[in-house]
């Protein structure tokens, strides 16, 4: 049954890009408009109604697509990760004061086995834990004030303590191993939630 899940999830992932979803485009100037879009190689598609074609959006124009629909909305915001790199289309998971992304990486393996029906590259059927070990995550943290986005899984607990230093309960909460690397998105509602009010 896990292992359906997982297949599920990733049919998801390849094929949801691959396929115009209700969505909202939202620009730089903090306007948005309702129509249709997906996500290609950190591009933008965008169309207000299924007749017409899409047109291509990027950071210089775009700050995110939200899609929605079927009681779920999911945003991708461009999030720059360093001085010398582009903007990247990231999940936002968690908005407050300090916003969390999630980063989804998906190995080759997964796709040959979209394209071969549940077969990888090298012939083998999907069983045991092969799914699992082909998707990997890396989440990112920004607050409003800063340009750039930090990485917060490697070096974990160094990083979460000089980026959260300003909230002793979680430092402590972290140092008895209630928040680990296994639970951040709880990590940075419970943050959002209680901290900044704890000066």
């Given at each position: 049954?896990?292992?359906?899940?997982?297949?599920l999830?990733?049919?998801?992932?390849n094929?949801?890009?691959?396929?115009?979803?209700?969505?909202?485009?939202?620009?730089?100037d903090s306007?948005s408009i309702?129509?249709?879009?997906e996500?290609?190689?950190?591009?933008?598609?965008?169309?207000?109604?299924?007749?017409?074609?899409?047109?291509?959006?990027?950071?210089?124009?775009?700050?995110a697509?939200i899609?929605?629909?079927?009681g779920f909305?999911?945003?991708?915001?461009?999030?720059?990760?360093?001085?010398?790199?582009s903007?990247?289309?990231?999940?936002?998971v968690?908005e407050g004061?300090?916003?969390?992304?999630?980063?989804?990486?998906?190995?080759?393996?997964?796709?040959?086995?979209?394209r071969?029906g549940?077969l990888?590259?090298?012939?083998?059927?999907?069983g045991?834990?092969?799914?699992?070990?082909?998707v990997?995550y890396?989440?990112f943290?920004?607050r409003?004030t800063?340009?750039f986005?930090?990485?917060?899984?490697?070096?974990?607990?160094e990083k979460?303590?000089?980026?959260?230093s300003?909230c002793p309960?979680?430092?402590?909460k972290?140092?008895?191993?209630?928040?680990?690397?296994?639970?951040?998105?709880e990590?940075?509602?419970?943050?959002n939630?209680?901290?900044n009010?704890?000066?």
């Open positions: 049954m896990k292992n359906l899940a997982i297949l999830f990733l049919f998801t992932i094929y949801g890009f691959c396929q115009m979803q209700t969505a909202t485009i939202v620009f730089n306007t309702l129509g249709m879009g996500i290609k190689n950190n591009k933008i598609y965008f169309k207000i109604e299924q007749k017409d074609n899409p047109t291509e959006w990027s950071y210089d124009m775009a700050s697509l899609f929605s629909g079927y909305s999911e945003k991708y915001e461009y999030v720059k990760i360093s001085k010398n790199s903007p990247e289309l990231i999940e936002v968690n004061n300090v916003t969390l992304y999630k980063q989804i990486k998906v190995t080759n393996s997964i796709f040959d086995l979209a071969n549940y990888l590259s090298n012939g083998e059927r999907i045991g834990n092969n799914l699992e070990s082909d990997q890396k989440y943290v920004k409003k800063e340009e986005a930090t990485i917060i899984h490697f070096n974990f607990k979460i303590f000089d980026y959260f300003d309960i979680l430092k402590k972290i140092n008895q191993k209630i928040y680990t690397k296994k639970n951040i998105e990590m940075i509602e419970y943050y939630n209680y901290c009010d704890e000066q």
